[in-house]
């Protein structure tokens, strides 16, 4: 099956620093999306993203389909944004089921 | 407002005392799925539905059931629970399998003794 690696496992900021999350596939997929876990477990959509460049406020999103990664930019760190930051994707013809890679954790200090 | 509502939120239980996790989407969404989350080994699909009456095993399905009777709802049940389905489970919806975004409940923590 579809591999999903992500990186780095761990991340820390300051506040209003900017970062760049990782995510990359071992196979062609005819979706992708970013989903944010907070401190309370709570898991929020932030892309559905197969392909191209999406924005949404601070942060935004580009998938390489042909190249196999896709990557997550935050801007401008909040401590809001600390938690774990999830990658998965769905194989081209295969599975009927989105993969999850292992996330980043991501902590953002005042 | 439009969301996923997964109940309880935190059960503790002994072993072998059957249970039902409850799920509801008020999105209309055909796809619905249950994922547990265990430290180390992320997160697993269990068990998925692509439309009403129609029910698929994911990746760990042992010991696990579900049922889609109608459109909003996709109950999880343990027939006999046991110490090794501790965990936190979620269940989630999408407007169709692949080409939407998938929507979170907020978690279940299960606790079997």
Known sequence: ?110 | EAQVTQNPRYLITVTGKKLTVTCSQNMNHEYMSWYRQDPGLGLRQIYYSMNVEVTDKGDVPEGYKVSRKEKRNFPLILESPSPNQTSLYFCASSLDRGYSPLHFGNGTRLTVT
Request: with cysteine; proline share 5%.
């Open chain 1, 1 to 110: 099956g579809i591999q999903v690696e992500q990186s780095p496992p761990d991340l820390i900021l300051q506040e209003g620093a900017n970062s760049t999350l990782r995510c990359n596939f071992s196979d062609s997929v005819n979706n992708l999306q970013w989903f944010h876990q907070n401190p309370w477990g709570q898991l929020i959509n932030l892309f559905y993203i197969p392909s191209g460049t999406k924005q949404n406020g601070r942060l935004s999103a580009t998938t390489v389909a042909t190249e196999r990664y896709s990557l997550l930019y935050i801007s401008s760190s909040q401590t809001t944004d600390s938690g774990v930051y999830f990658c998965a994707v769905e194989e081209e013809g295969g599975s009927e089921k989105l993969v999850f890679g292992k996330g980043t954790k991501l902590t953002v200090n005042p």
